[in-house]
């Protein structure tokens, strides 16, 4: 059912020539929150598959005609966006290119370059952010970042990473002990301005999150932490992980690194940090004391960052197992385990 090699060709070229004029387009304004009530798609579109294969040109025409018609336009400078999105033409070219060679990065065998690009540019990256060497690849250690397919997804692989390793701590500790009732007296903290996801990942990791009050500049500082964890240690809780956000979602406020990092060290709690919304800041040495607490370059800190290069850069993602460029909001997850 695929194309043939000349009307591909021709696709091609039209579909490049609509992405120029899409962007023209939006840099002329124009309204950028379309006027349609939920369901419209249902009416406008057949409910079953088409059967026989269908002209290019009737796709095309409906991705005009109705995806469009539907689209809310992020990328269009008329948009106030609650959450910034970018796309650049390097970008869209890499995803090109990325899709002609359809790799699978399972491992380094199943596509050297894919697991290889990844390494060196995790690196690039980790370089730009000023992050310490050991979130670097090219250094002795756990550190280096791999990329994740989103922020949620983030989160929860280091919590249940966080969770397996104080079942580790605590068997050897104590053998008699059931995985249960170890989980069952596990503490995460997150500020209550965290995104949802945080507390989303506590619910499928089975571990509690206790969402922590904040300060007047609407950040957890080391105190409100250090409070909770004494409450819950007297419990006989263990005080595990702690998912500190660089802008939150709702306000793009900063929890205190600073303060945090150290108490988290001291205490043996993972520390996570959700980048998504504004980690991309660390870009310019003006933002970068929001991450200060990073540099001590203690062990078990992660750091997640998405939105890393709006329209300017390229960036990586593994969509469908591929290590490709976009600028669609892409999460990288740079990491150093303990
Ligand atoms: C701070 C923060 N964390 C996590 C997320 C979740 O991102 P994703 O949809 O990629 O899972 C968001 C999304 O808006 C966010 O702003």
């Not at 409906?62 to 033409?89: A, L, Q």
């Not at 089975?206 to 957890?220: A, G, K, N, P, Y």
Request: hydrophobic share 35%.
């Amino acid at each position: 059912m695929g194309l043939e090699t000349p009307e591909f060709r021709e696709a091609a070229h039209r579909i490049i020539d609509r992405i120029i004029d899409y962007h023209e387009e939006l840099q002329c304004g124009g309204v950028t929150i379309p006027a349609v009530e939920p369901g419209f798609m249902k009416e406008r579109l057949p409910n079953v598959g088409p059967e026989k294969k269908e002209s290019w040109l009737t796709v095309f025409d409906d991705f005009e005609n109705v995806v469009i018609g539907g689209t809310v336009h992020w990328i269009s400078s008329n948009y106030f966006g609650y959450f910034p999105s970018g796309v650049s033409y390097p970008s869209m070219l890499g995803d090109i290119q990325c899709s002609s060679t359809a790799n699978i990065g399972f491992s380094w065998t199943s596509s050297p370059s894919c697991t290889e690009l990844e390494t060196v540019m995790m690196d690039w990256l980790a370089k730009a952010l000023n992050l310490p060497d050991f979130f670097l690849h090219n250094r002795r250690g756990p550190g280096g970042g791999v990329i994740q397919g989103s922020a949620s997804e983030s989160t929860l692989i280091t919590l249940l990473a966080a969770r397996n390793k104080v079942i580790r701590e605590e068997l050897s500790r104590d053998p008699k002990q059931s995985i249960h009732e170890i989980t069952a007296r596990m503490v995460a903290y997150a500020s209550r301005y965290s995104h949802s996801s945080v507390e989303r990942a506590s619910k499928v990791a089975l571990v509690t999150m206790r969402l922590l009050d904040v300060d007047e500049h609407i950040s957890v500082n080391g105190s409100i932490l250090q409070e909770a964890i004494e409450e819950d240690r007297k419990q006989r809780k263990i005080p595990m992980f702690v998912c500190a956000t660089i802008g939150t979602t709702s306000c793009c406020t900063y929890d205190n690194l600073m303060e945090l990092e150290p108490i988290c060290e001291n205490e043996n709690i993972w520390l996570h940090v959700d980048a998504a919304y504004a980690g991309s800041a660390l870009l310019c040495p003006e933002y970068r004391y929001i991450a200060q607490g990073l540099q001590v370059g203690r062990f078990q800190v992660f750091i997640f960052i998405s939105n890393i290069c709006g329209n300017d850069a390229e960036k990586c993602n593994n969509e469908n197992s591929h290590v490709v460029f976009r600028t669609s909001r892409r999460l990288i997850l740079i990491s150093k385990s303990g």
